[in-house]
């Protein structure tokens, strides 16, 4: 188990991403049953932090999320984020959307609230102060920041610092195919400030799972960013992710992926749509790829 942040909240090192849940546009049509069996085989495996955010199919992945929850004794721990929309101009729309969050999770306190992006015009001083409002107030038990790089990072963790409270969580893209917070710089700061990375995308939206090829790209919008070309170019480190799984008892692409990010000391959300997903990303736990693992995955990475 792992804390988030300085904090005493435990969680195991593996939390569930649900912005499939609800969001048809990106993610296509989806199954309540299968989402509730993906929720009830996460809880089932100790995995208990499920991150949403209020813009998530339009408030849908915070209400379904509310509903298995519920059901489940209020069992999990929640991320959710607030979106500083351009037409956000005061403090206090912060609080109001955590508010609207909360009914539709139905809970009264969420354990982790985070400024999704770093939007203009308002600036990160003043949503991290109503940031620190909210937990002041009982609404948040942690507060986190989302796409901050470096510097809004170290700015977000200092204003709340002067407060008495911590940065819990910085929230970015990071898998094998996209290691920029390594290159900039902000894996190292997170660490430095006890600063939870939350990698999102861990699995590059289901293509590091080896199911999308070239003559099978993912649907959709993600079939635009993961193309043919990109497909091709990716299917090297997936041969290798499935050699190296091999040694592990035939762990597969996902398990390896999901193991690399915990191994770089982050904490992957992968997103789940089923039971079967969500159990397939449960056997990234219990075990460690050993160093030259990690180095081998880099660099084929690197040539993808
Ligand atoms: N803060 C932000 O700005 C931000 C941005 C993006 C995401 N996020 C968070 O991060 C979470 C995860 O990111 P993500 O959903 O973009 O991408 P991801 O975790 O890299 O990929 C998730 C997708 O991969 C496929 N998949 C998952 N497990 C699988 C398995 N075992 N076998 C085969 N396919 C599997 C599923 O899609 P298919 O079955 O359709 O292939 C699933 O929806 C999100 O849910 C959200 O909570 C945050």
């Known amino acids: 188990m792992v804390s988030l942040g300085t ?3 435990l969680v195991n090192p593996l939390g569930i991403g649900t912005w499939a849940w609800g969001a048809r546009f990106v993610w296509g049509d989806y199954s309540i ?12 495996g100790r995995v208990t932090l499920f991150d949403t955010a209020e813009v998530y199919g339009l ?18 721990i929640i991320a959710t984020k ?33 400024i999704h992006f ?22 948040a038990r942690l507060g986190g920041v989302s796409n901050y790089n470096v510097k809004q990072t170290r700015r977000a963790h200092a204003l709340l610092s ?31 400030l006890d600063v939870t990375l939350i990698a999102y995308s861990p699995l590059a939206q289901g293509v590091l799972t080896g199911k999308y090829t070239p003559n099978a790209p993912p649907p959709g919008v993600r079939g635009r960013r993961y193309n043919r070309e990109t497909l091709l170019r ?21 398990q390896v992926a999901v193991n690399w990010v915990i191994c770089k000391g982050a904490l992957p959300i992968p997103g ?26 880099e660099q084929a990475a690197e040539k993808s």
């Open 7 to 9: 904090s005493d909240v």
């Open 33 to 44: 049953p299968d989402l509730q069996a993906a929720f009830d085989t996460s809880l089932a």
């Open 59 to 76: 408030g849908r992945s915070e209400t379904l999320l509310g509903t298995f929850l519920k059901a489940a004794g209020k069992k999990g």
């Open 82 to 114: 607030f979106l500083p929309f351009p037409w956000r101009l005061t403090k206090g729309s912060l609080h109001r959307a955590l508010q609207n969050s909360l009914d539709r999770l139905a809970l009264e306190k969420v354990d982790l609230y985070q």
């Open 118 to 139: 770093p939007i203009p015009p308002i600036s990160i001083d003043t949503w991290v102060a109503a940031l620190g409002d909210v937990i002041d107030a009982g609404l």
């Open 162 to 192: 002067d407060r008495g409270l911590h940065l819990t969580s910085n929230q970015v893209q990071y898998s094998l195919l996209h290691r920029e917070p390594e290159h900039s710089g902000l894996l190292d700061l997170c660490r430095e």
């Open 234 to 254: 990716v299917q090297p480190l997936i041969d290798l992710m499935r050699e190296i799984g091999q040694a592990y008892g035939g762990k597969t692409p996902a």
């Open 272 to 297: 789940v749509r089923s039971a079967r997903q969500a159990q397939e990303v449960l056997g990234a736990l219990g075990w460690k790829l050993m160093q030259d693992e990690v180095l081998a995955l």
